[in-house]
């Protein structure tokens, strides 16, 4: 038995962790979470040139396709590699067959010039006819200069701003700092520390807020829509969201995997055009209750703005296995320089 639903949204990725995995280990073991930054994601991104853009966005988008998730909302770092990174992950996006919607992550921790180069090419791609938001990484990486400078261009693009928002107590400021900023058109990424409300919509990470052990951001407390996001770890959206389902059930027993399922729907108010697409999936009924204890569900045929991108013999634009193998000689180049 199949059913069909419209193609699912990850509401926040970072397509670059993509070559992660495997990655040498730190110089030492992080043990918090500004830590894991320093020692981790900020060494990775600052190690990316563009060939390992290109590779890391094209596997991304090919395990989100093989998960049944045909939008992308992605939040990009490679400080060494600004310039026209965000053209890359459009690219092998839609050369997979899926859609994205982009933004670059601007931030003081790689000095005035970096902070410059960010905010131009979130500029340049958004002027150019590209789909996203203006992007920045966090208060306590952004001067008060800096995060004026991100709010007034995304004021004169007509666009919103995705950032990242007291994900961690490094940032538990962020909630006073953008008090009176923010807007409807905001994408405010985790919210676990998140002591007032912003305009916006929030976007929950379960998985990756348990993996760096930020707490849990507790979701039905916010007045404000609510999306689901992976923040890196994979596009598999079902277990997003079995993830999100499990750790409100933890924190209340009487919680509804309905709950958790329409933060996923949410996902289709921020990229409307997954909800034309159609996914064909291994199981029936796609019930978030079923679904919530059923794993390895899986979709059968994908189909995107009328093509099909998926059937059972897999991609049907791109070789999966030529993706893997030039992914793999770019996380090898990657994790050398680490």
């Known amino acids: 038995m199949t059913a069909t639903t419209p193609g699912l949204v990850c509401s926040h990725h970072h397509l670059y962790s993509a070559l992660a995995r495997g990655m040498p280990a730190p110089p030492k073991t992080p043990t918090c979470f500004r830590e894991i930054l320093e020692q981790v994601w900020w060494r990775l991104d600052a190690a990316l040139d563009a060939e390992m853009i290109r590779w890391s966005a094209m596997l991304g988008a090919l395990e989100a396709l093989e998960h049944g998730t045909t939008a992308i909302i992605d939040h990009h ?39 410059r180069r960010g905010l131009a090419e979130n500029e340049r791609f958004l002027r150019s006819g590209g789909r996203g938001w203006v992007g920045a990484h966090a208060c306590f990486t952004l001067s008060d200069e800096t995060l004026d400078a991100v709010v007034g261009l995304a004021d004169d693009l007509g666009a919103g701003v995705h950032i990242h ?145 998926l059937d059972d013999r897999g991609p049907t634009r791109v070789d999966a296995a030529e993706i893997r193998a030039k992914a793999a000689e770019q996380a090898r180049r990657l994790h050398a320089r680490l």
């Open 165 to 309: 928002v007291a994900e961690g107590p490094e940032d538990i400021d962020s909630g006073r700092r953008l008090d009176g900023r923010t807007r409807d058109s905001w994408l405010l990424a985790h919210g676990v520390h998140l002591d007032r409300h912003l305009d916006g919509t929030i976007l929950h990470n379960p998985e990756s807020n348990m993996n760096n052990a930020v707490g849990y951001a507790r979701p039905v407390r916010f007045t404000n829509p609510v999306a689901l996001g992976t923040d890196g770890i994979g596009g598999d959206m079902l277990t997003s969201f079995r993830a999100a389902y499990l750790r409100m059930r933890e924190d209340d027993v009487t919680a509804s995997p309905e709950t958790a399922w329409a933060w996923l729907e949410t996902g289709w108010e921020l990229f409307p055009e997954a909800r034309d697409d159609e996914v064909t999936w291994s199981y029936d009924p796609m019930d978030p209750w079923h679904l919530a204890f059923t794993p390895g569900v899986r979709p059968l045929r994908v189909v995107v703005d009328g093509t099909v991108v």
């Open 77 to 115: 770092a490679s400080p060494n590699a600004i310039e026209g990174s965000l053209d890359l992950i459009a690219e092998a996006c839609a050369e997979v067959g899926i859609r994205v919607a982009c933004a670059y992550e601007v931030t003081d921790r790689n000095g005035p010039d970096g902070a």
